[in-house]
């Protein structure tokens, strides 16, 4: 019967702290059961699967995904900023810069 396992990996990463759990689970396993055995939600208990969403090598997916051999399932933690309003943010802090902002070079630098 060991034979008939696949390896799988159950990824969750924190700013401070990450964790990669290689599994062996039986073929037809699913997202949600690889993250339960991984022991991870014990090690995480900030993870709420009805909350974080899951995915498979970057790509979100649903928890009743069936696993195939050499899957990394990641978790992923809420977004504190939303990409959108952080990227228009950035560009017009960008555009400050551009019409003033910043050193000019003196005679000598390079680039003069």
């Known amino acids: 019967m060991v034979d008939e396992l696949i390896d799988v990996e159950v990824a969750y990463a924190k700013p401070e702290e990450q964790a990669l759990i290689p599994l062996r689970v ?16 014990e090690r995480f208990p900030e993870i709420d699967l009805a909350v974080n969403r899951v995915g498979i090598f970057g790509k979100v997916a649903k928890k009743d995904t069936v696993l195939n051999p050499g899957d990394r399932v990641e978790i992923y933690r809420p977004l504190i900023a939303d990409p959108k309003e952080a990227r228009k943010k950035r560009a017009a802090e960008g555009k400050q810069m551009r019409k003033g902002g910043g050193r000019q070079p003196a005679k000598g630098d390079a680039g003069s």
């Open 26 to 41: 039986a073929p037809g396993t699913t997202l949600e059961q690889a993250i339960l055995q991984s022991g991870v939600l």
